[in-house]
């Protein structure tokens, strides 16, 4: 039987960050939030009066780590009203670096998952083996290391994600000829990083890339994880992301509901890359998944859920809707995931 082991606040995913900005300036970094937040201002009709930038988040203050809170309450959520930030103050918060939208999981002690998520503005441990402590060490190993995230993701979400992982302090490579995956990984392997992989915008050439990166990372145990992108929406998609699984040894598993639903063979609608699903719905699908690949599965939604291999399920009732109004923030979650292994090869490096 599974357990349902916290709540989180926060958005979901994987890995850190209560950025400090890299080095004295980040003006690439704010350009990008600027760009980001106007595009999402407009699309959602608000105004481009961004509070966290009167602050001074998103222009200077942003070199100093944000507190981290934790719901004193762990198997209750952090108030609907305070999850409704300003949307852009989310905004600013999520793309200018002060925090990126994450979470990170361990494997504690006793073998449960302990799931660590961060949020805009704000981070929560929930576990009842969790504690902020830890994620401070993982987000100052996450710093100090700097790992490299090597990754093969789709056009659309290039760039997104690899300033979003460069604002988490991690060094992103993007990296996805064949031709060259052999030598890339080594050095992931040397350096003890990990590696990414998106289907977002699959070709034969790519599907090519994935699985050769797939058999390379299982045959030198660096540690992988997989966006089943628009799973369901077309066969092709769907049977690329089982293969992918099928070769083995992937570490985190994300998608959104419809995406997760497809993976585990279930048949049903989607909206391309879009769930036509509440994340709940997946998770069933994401306890089988789980348990037959022996990874860790995430859902994201309005309510992100984890659910690692013994089908122990974490929620995290902080969606933050503006992640809907722009593209590819599902992506930029699953880049930023980080498992217990590659934090304890973090740890060794
Ligand atoms: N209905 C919703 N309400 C509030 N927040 C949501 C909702 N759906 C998603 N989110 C937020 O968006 C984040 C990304 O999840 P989403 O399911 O949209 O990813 P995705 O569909 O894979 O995105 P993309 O394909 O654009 O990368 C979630 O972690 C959550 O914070
Ligand atoms: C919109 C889109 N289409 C293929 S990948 C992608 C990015 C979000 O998943």
Redesign the pocket.
């Known amino acids: 039987m599974s357990t349902h082991v916290g709540k989180m606040t926060g958005s979901l995913m994987t890995a850190a960050f209560i950025s400090s900005g890299r080095g004295g300036g980040s003006s690439g970094l704010e350009a990008f939030g600027e760009s980001i937040r106007d595009q999402a201002s407009q699309l959602l009709g608000t105004s481009n009066d961004c509070p966290a930038q009167r602050r001074g988040r998103v222009t200077g203050d942003h070199k100093q780590p944000l507190p981290i809170e934790t719901n004193p309450n762990k198997t209750q959520p952090f108030s609907a009203a305070e999850a409704k930030l300003d949307h852009c103050h989310e905004i600013c918060d999520i793309i200018s670096q002060t925090t990126t939208h994450s979470s990170a999981k361990l494997e504690t002690g006793n073998g449960s998952i302990f799931a660590i998520f961060a949020s805009t503005g704000r981070t929560t441990a929930m576990d009842e083996n969790g504690s902020v402590e830890k994620l401070q060490e993982i987000v100052r190993a996450v710093k100090a290391k700097a790992p490299l995230v090597q990754c093969l993701t789709?056009?659309?979400?290039m760039d997104f994600m690899a300033n979003g992982l460069l604002a988490l302090g991690a060094s992103p490579a993007m990296v996805h000829a064949v031709e060259e995956l052999e030598p890339a990984i080594d050095v992931v392997a040397a350096i003890k990083g990990a590696v990414s992989i998106?289907i977002?915008?699959l070709d034969p050439t790519w599907i090519e890339s994935f699985k050769f990166a797939a058999r390379t990372c299982k045959a030198k145990g660096v540690p992988w994880v997989l966006?089943p992108?628009?799973a369901g929406f077309t066969p092709l998609r769907t049977t690329t992301a089982t293969e992918l699984l099928d070769i083995g040894g992937c570490s985190v598993l994300r998608g959104n509901a419809s995406e997760i639903l497809a993976v585990a063979g279930a048949v049903g609608d989607t909206k391309?890359?879009d769930s036509s699903q509440g994340s709940g719905a997946a998770l069933k699908a994401a306890k089988s998944l789980a348990a037959k690949y022996n990874c860790v599965v995430c859902i994201s939604g309005a309510v992100d859920f984890v659910v690692n291999p013994t089908g122990q399920v974490s929620s995290c009732e902080h969606g933050v809707e503006m992640l809907t109004k722009i593209?590819?923030a599902?992506?930029l979650e699953q880049a930023l995931a980080v498992d217990r292994r590659s934090y304890r090869r973090l740890d060794r490096f």
């Open positions: 789709n056009f659309v979400s998106n977002g915008t966006d992108v628009a391309g890359v593209t590819a599902g992506c």
